[in-house]
T-cell receptor, first 113, second 115 residues
Framework: QKEVEQNSGPLSVPEGAIASLNCTYS??????FFWYRQYSGKSPELIMF????GDKEDGRFTAQLNKASQYVSLLIRDSQPSDSATYLC?????????????FGTGTKLQVIP | NAGVTQTPKFRILKIGQSMTLQCTQD?????MYWYRQDPGMGLKLIYY???????DKGEVPNGYNVSRSTTEDFPLRLELAAPSQTSVYFC??????????????FGPGTRLTVL
């Protein structure tokens, strides 16, 4: 069974610190990786996607992908209380056509003012 | 664009009742999905559709049915509701070409309780 593993948390960081969220996956054929943010009682919304090894930056967010080690991480710089949410990692096995995206159970982040 | 809309927002069903959860998207997306999310858990795929007239089962299809007669609409039917179907249901859609950046857009969800 293809799995996506995340630490459920909560991960508590002080305001202004760097939050580091990690995700490992079992399917070596995975090609695309997504980070979604979900506020309590709301629907998931995409923050970033990445499909090449290395780092991808978007504002305060950086996604890091290491296919050899089968992990993807999300760094949030200058964490704000508004970043407090559950972050879902999602993995897609291959490009082209329909490929089922598998979601992790999410890591709850708490940013302490 | 309204994006992905779902109705109703909340519903309480009695065991054995049936209902249809509605989902509509106005982004001309070809792919649509139904997920359920239990408390503290990730999203489990119930059914998906790659286009009008084409649907297929996901991880947890038992007790549900879908249809896709138009690009815009993807209703989810619950037959003979059971307490195990108490969950939050999300509909999502995406536009997949080469597929690498297959971003899914989610509706606001339907919170269903079966008593």
């Amino acid at each position: 069974q293809k799995e996506v593993e995340q630490n459920s948390g909560p991960l508590s960081v002080p305001e202004g610190a760097i939050a580091s969220l990690n995700c490992t996956y079992s399917d070596r054929g995975s090609q695309s990786f997504f980070w979604y943010r979900q506020y309590s009682g709301k629907s998931p919304e995409l923050i970033m996607f990445i499909y090449s090894n290395g780092d991808k930056e978007d504002g305060r967010f950086t996604a890091q992908l290491n296919k050899a080690s089968q992990y993807v991480s999300l760094l949030i710089r200058d964490s704000q209380p508004s970043d407090s949410a559950t972050y879902l990692c999602a993995v897609r096995p291959d490009s082209g056509g329909y490929q089922k995206v598998t979601f992790g159970t999410g890591t709850k982040l708490q940013v302490i003012p | 664009n309204a994006g992905v809309t779902q109705t109703p927002k909340f519903r309480i069903l009695k065991i054995g009742q049936s209902m249809t959860l509605q989902c509509t998207q106005d982004m001309n997306h070809n792919y649509m999905y139904w997920y359920r999310q239990d408390p503290g858990m990730g999203l489990k795929l119930i059914y998906y559709s790659v286009g009008a007239g084409i649907t297929d089962k996901g991880e947890v299809p038992n007790g549900y049915n879908v249809s896709r007669s138009t690009t815009e609409d993807f209703p989810l039917r619950l037959e003979l509701a059971a307490p195990s179907q108490t969950s939050v249901y999300f509909c999502a859609s995406s536009y997949s070409t080469s597929g690498k950046t297959d971003t899914q857009y989610f509706g606001p969800g339907t919170r269903l309780t079966v008593l």
